[in-house]
Structure formats: structure tokens, C-alpha cells
């Protein structure tokens, strides 16, 4: 049974950048896709990036791209979002997310563990 444990948010200014982090015990080596979702108040979760432990593919949200990239450290069983240019849109709870797959995607519903999030705040 994985578990996955998100650290690293906070509140910044427009403009601003933070560094979110997940750490899960579930890889085993296989094709396994880590992914980062957010869900802010009144509004359904979306998919932000994801990422697939063996070929490394990723997936960004159109409302993301070139601003947050997403990284892996299978050694120490590690997702990383780097987020930069950061929006008052962009506040949220941030959730890490991981399942067992070949084709990962950014659908809440395709992914089996979660974790209990982390709060992004950007002020203007």
C-alpha cells in the first residue's frame, strides 16, 4: 500500500516561487505515475503535472506550462514541483498523487493513492 506525504507550501507574492515535494513508499520499479493535483475553494480538482517513473514523460496543465515543472528522484522516491511565476489563480490545496500505470495523465480519477495536501497561497 503506497503512501504519499506532500511538504513544502506556503504563501508568496505574485511573481513568487515555491517548491513542493512528495514523498511516497509505493515505487517498486515498475511503470509508476506521480502526480501533483490542486483544488481551490468552490471549485472541482484539477490536474497540474504528472510523471512516469521508468520513461519520465510528464504532463503539465495548459494553465501551468512553462511555470512549474515537475521532477523525479527514484532514488530517493521524490516528486518535485518547482513552481515559478507564481499567480493569485494558483491558490490552493495541492495534493501528490500516485498510481500504478504505463500512461499517467493529470484525471484525479486515474490515480489510486493520495495524500492529505499542502496549502499554496500567492497574494497580490
Known amino acids: 500500500l503506497a503512501q504519499v506525504v506532500e511538504s513544502g507550501g506556503g504563501s508568496v507574492q505574485t511573481g513568487g516561487s515555491l517548491r513542493l515535494s512528495c514523498v511516497d513508499s509505493?515505487?517498486?520499479?515498475?511503470?509508476?505515475?506521480m502526480a501533483w493535483f490542486r483544488q481551490a475553494p468552490m471549485k472541482e480538482r484539477e490536474g497540474v503535472a504528472s510523471?512516469?517513473?521508468?520513461?519520465?514523460?510528464?504532463q503539465y496543465a495548459d494553465s501551468v506550462k512553462g511555470r512549474f515543472t515537475i521532477s523525479r528522484d527514484n532514488a530517493k522516491n521524490t516528486v518535485n514541483l518547482e513552481m515559478n511565476s507564481l499567480k493569485p489563480d494558483d491558490t490552493a490545496m495541492y495534493y501528490c498523487?500516485?498510481?500504478?500505470?504505463?500512461?499517467?495523465?493529470?484525471?484525479?480519477?486515474?490515480?489510486?493513492?493520495w495524500g492529505q495536501g499542502t496549502q499554496v497561497t500567492v497574494s497580490s
Open positions: 498523487a500516485a498510481t500504478y500505470a504505463y500512461y499517467c495523465g493529470i484525471v484525479p480519477g486515474r490515480f489510486t493513492y
Open positions: 509505493g515505487y517498486t520499479g515498475s511503470n509508476y505515475c
Open positions: 510523471i512516469n517513473s521508468i520513461h519520465g514523460s510528464t
